[in-house]
């Protein structure tokens, strides 16, 4: 068979499924997300035993130290895929929810009633845990998912998926409402993305150029975001501890992730008091800073920053940083150069804390915590699917209702319209 005919295969295999999946009570649903969890304990050494061969592969590839820490799997981070799904089985289930019921006068009653999507397409780079929180989702939110992982996590992907088909089995559901893809040709990922008829949503997770060109050639629905130029603003009233530990934080507490802050902004009035312990603790942890000419006044060692820092996702220890008048400076700078995936305020003052929360246009915004809890385990979704940036159907972190839609229904009595 060629990749386009295995694609079309597991497009109508999914298809199918995801009707049986549709029609899950919550109990189905949780026992498979349950099942899983048990097949990926059981399997600790068999998946460590992959991971070590893709990142074997992977140091010999020359992948840089932030792609090498997102492909490990670590047994905290199996852990941590047990517990996901554990977690997505003890949430409320969406679909089936009716709201909004009212009485027209016609005497029909009018609402909306919360369906899954159908099929989803995830198609993502290194991390090999995102197999397990993509399939826990999709299967809760009674979807089929087909799903495509980096070619540099093969044989990582490939266990998870021998767990998650284990599971699916053991409570009698369909293999195929998880499938993942087992080739590393980049040709299954252009058939994925132009098979409307089989695949109702395709989610891209990775680098900026696979996002941009999956938007790109998508005849798909696309759920996506591009990058992710997180910003924190030390504010005039910020106070002093908390604003060196939220900086610290959202930058150093890893550097390969899209909510790592990226460009630090400080208020005039606050920068020599605030950039040189920051700066320190950013060299002990060996960030290197690049700054404006105001900033490199403060901190000599800073290297000159230009435009291209500004719009730069470096997911790595490199760290722009700009002090600017005051709110409004900051606000602007934000709205210009940020890519509308996370950005935070420190302060004190709570006007110009709503007046941060209203005017940043993204899709997250924070004041007074770190740019790292943008993420779909600390929003209580209990995983995600990815972040969108998008501003119609899901917006930040995508969990089990951004993975559904919502279908008028109406209640009638033998009711005919006069």
């Given amino acids: 068979m060629t990749i386009q005919d295995t694609m079309i295969s597991m497009g109508r295999q999914a298809r199918e499924a995801s009707r049986i999946m549709a029609a899950l009570g919550t109990g189905e649903k949780n026992a498979a997300l349950q099942a899983i969890a048990e097949a990926i304990d059981g399997a600790r050494a068999a ?8 990142l074997a592969a992977g140091r010999d590839n020359g992948l840089d130290a932030a792609l090498l820490d997102r492909l490990e799997l670590t047994q905290s981070r199996i852990d941590g895929m047990i517990e996901g799904l554990q977690q997505v089985a003890a949430l409320p289930d969406p679909v089936g929810e009716i709201s909004d019921m009212s009485y027209r006068p016609s ?13 989803i397409g995830i198609i993502y780079e290194s991390r090999p845990n995102v197999t397990a929180e993509a399939a826990s989702l999709c299967l809760k939110s009674g979807n ?3 799903l495509r992982g980096g070619s540099e996590a093969i044989h990582s992907n490939q266990a998870i998926a021998d ?5 699916l089995a053991k409570v009698g559901l369909p293999e195929t409402a998880v499938q993942v893809v087992a080739t590393t040709d980049r040709a299954a990922v252009g058939a994925l993305i132009t098979m409307p008829e089989y695949v109702d949503v395709v989610v891209p997770r990775g680098g900026k150029g696979l996002i941009e060109r999956i938007s790109r050639d998508a005849t798909v629905t696309v759920i996506k975001h591009l990058d992710g130029i997180c910003h924190v603003y030390l504010d005039d009233d910020a106070a002093a501890d908390k604003a060196l ?11 390969g992730t899209c909510n790592t802050m990226e460009t630090l902004l400080v208020a005039e009035s606050r920068a020599a008091e605030l950039l040189p312990p920051i700066a320190e603790q950013m060299r002990a942890k060996g960030v290197e800073l690049r700054g404006c000419e105001q900033s490199r006044a ?4 800073m290297l000159a920053a230009t435009d291209e820092d500004w719009s730069t996702e470096y997911l790595a220890p490199i760290l722009a940083v700009k002090v600017v008048a005051g709110l409004d400076e900051a606000i602007a700078h934000i709205n210009q150069w940020s890519s509308q995936h996370t950005d935070a ?6 006007t110009k804390s709503r007046r941060f929360l209203r005017e940043v246009d993204s899709s997250s915004v924070m004041v007074n915590a770190s740019t790292r809890f943008a993420d779909g385990f600390e929003y209580g979704l209990g995983a995600e699917i990815g972040i969108s940036t998008d501003k119609i159907h899901a917006r930040g972190p995508v969990g089990l209702e951004g993975l559904t839609s919502q279908k008028y229904i109406v209640l009638g009595d033998g009711h005919i319209r006069q």
Avoid: F, W
């Fill in 47 to 54: 998946i460590a035993e992959a991971n070590a061969k893709d």
């Fill in 107 to 119: 005497g029909i009653q009018v609402g909306k009633m919360r369906v899954p999507l159908g099929v």
């Fill in 144 to 146: 089929a998912a087909i």
């Fill in 163 to 167: 767990c998650i088909r284990q599971g």
């Fill in 245 to 255: 530990a939220i900086a610290v934080n959202a930058k150093t507490h890893r550097y």
């Fill in 298 to 301: 403060i901190v000599s060692d």
């Fill in 345 to 350: 305020i420190v302060t004190e003052n709570y």
